[in-house]
């Protein structure tokens, strides 16, 4: 079992979705955060004043998978999240975690079956 945790553009959420759903990947959490890497935010102006927005607005995936779809959610989310044929800064990361169980709180199954 994995935990797969991706970070990508807001705008690109609907097509992740889309992209896993052809995959038979149909359960996600996804949480609104912040943050920033190579792209170091970005200036705006506010009332003539130039100021420095150091976190940019990301939308973050989490999904637990058996081994069999760690490639393919892997793929669909890159397949969804990148913009044009070779990507550009800031379309976002994916972190692949061992998960060492998944308890389904309703029927206390474990392992592969809660997931």
Same mark, same amino acid.
């Not at 792209?39 to 705006?44: E, N, P, S």
């Not at 150091?54 to 890159?78: C, G, M, S, Y």
């Not at 999240?81 to 692949?96: A, L, M, Y």
């Given at each position: #079992?994995?935990?797969?945790?991706?970070?990508? $553009?807001? @705008?690109?959420?609907? %097509?992740?979705? *889309?992209?896993?759903?052809? !995959?038979?990947?149909?359960?996600?959490?996804? #949480?609104?955060?912040?943050?920033?890497?190579? $792209?170091? @935010?970005?200036?705006? %102006?506010?009332? *003539?004043?130039?100021?420095? !927005?150091?976190?940019?607005?990301?939308?973050?995936?989490?999904?637990?998978?058996?081994?069999?779809?760690?490639?393919?959610?892997?793929?669909?989310?890159?397949?969804?999240?990148?913009?044009?044929?070779?990507?550009?800064?800031?379309?976002?990361?994916?972190?692949?975690?061992?998960?060492?169980?998944?308890?389904?709180?309703?029927?206390?199954?474990?392992?592969?079956?809660?997931?």
């Amino acid at each position: #079992m994995k935990l797969i945790i991706a970070i990508i $553009q807001p @705008g690109k959420l609907s %097509a992740v979705k *889309e992209a896993l759903t052809h !995959v038979e990947v149909v359960r996600l959490t996804v #949480m609104d955060c912040q943050g920033f890497a190579r $792209q170091r @935010g970005q200036t705006a %102006a506010h009332r *003539e004043h130039e100021c420095s !927005v150091n976190l940019l607005r990301k939308v973050q995936l989490q999904i637990a998978v058996n081994e069999e779809f760690v490639q393919p959610t892997i793929d669909a989310i890159v397949e969804g999240g990148r913009t044009g044929e070779s990507g550009e800064i800031g379309d976002g990361k994916i972190f692949v975690l061992p998960m060492d169980d998944c308890i389904r709180i309703r029927t206390g199954e474990r392992g592969n079956e809660a997931i």
